[in-house]
C-alpha cells in the first residue's frame, strides 16, 4: 500500500540514484539544479532553501519496500488556490507499474482535502511521454499552454497540464 510522508533527507540518496543519465535528469528538474550529476546533499540543500516557507513542501512515497517516488507542491497564489507539483519521480525499477499514478492521485488527496486548493498544475516534456502518460492515467488535462526550454543544445517543449475540481470528483471515486 502507497502513502505519502514528508521528504527527510535520508531519502535524497535514492531520489539521484533513479536519475541515470543526463536527459532524465533534465526531463525531472527542467535544469533547476544547474547541473548533472546532482549528489543527495545538493538535492537536500536545493530543498533546504525552501524551508522556512509556508508555501513549498516535498513529498515522498513510500511502501513496505521503502521510498517509492517523491515530489514537491508549491504554492503559485497568495490565496492557496493554486498548487503546482515538480520534481516528479518513482524509483526506476517501479516506474510502469502504477507507483506514479497512485502517488499523484495521494498527492492531489492531499492538496484538495486538506490544503483546499482549487486546481494543480504540473508542467512536462513533450519528449518524456511516459510521464505524460502517467499524469493523464491520474487524471491531468492539457491546458493547451506551453513554454520552450533551452536544454542541452535542444529547444523541449514543456507542456501545462492541470487538474480541476470536476477530475477531482473522478480521483476521489478511484481512492
Known amino acids: 500500500m502507497l502513502r505519502l510522508r514528508p521528504y527527510k533527507s535520508c531519502d535524497g540518496e535514492a531520489v539521484v540514484s533513479w536519475i541515470k543519465d543526463e536527459t532524465a535528469f533534465y526531463k525531472w528538474s527542467a535544469g533547476r539544479l544547474k547541473h548533472y550529476p546532482v549528489t543527495a546533499d545538493e538535492l537536500n540543500a536545493y530543498y533546504d532553501s525552501f524551508a522556512y516557507r509556508d508555501d513549498f513542501f516535498v513529498m515522498a512515497a513510500f511502501d513496505e519496500t521503502g521510498i517509492t517516488g517523491q515530489l514537491f507542491m508549491r504554492f503559485l497564489d497568495e ?53 505524460y502518460l502517467c499524469y493523464k492515467s491520474a487524471g491531468f488535462q492539457d491546458t493547451g499552454q506551453w513554454e520552450s526550454y533551452d536544454i542541452l543544445n535542444e529547444s523541449w517543449k514543456c507542456l501545462e497540464l492541470a487538474l480541476e475540481p470536476v477530475e477531482r470528483d473522478v480521483l476521489w471515486e478511484c481512492i
Open 79 to 131: 490565496e492557496k488556490k493554486l498548487l503546482r507539483f515538480g520534481f516528479i519521480i518513482v524509483d526506476d525499477s517501479k516506474r510502469g507499474r502504477g507507483y506514479g499514478r497512485e502517488m499523484l492521485k495521494l498527492a492531489a488527496q492531499y492538496a484538495f482535502g486538506i490544503l483546499k486548493v482549487e486546481r494543480i498544475t504540473l508542467g512536462v516534456f513533450e519528449n518524456n511521454k511516459s510521464a
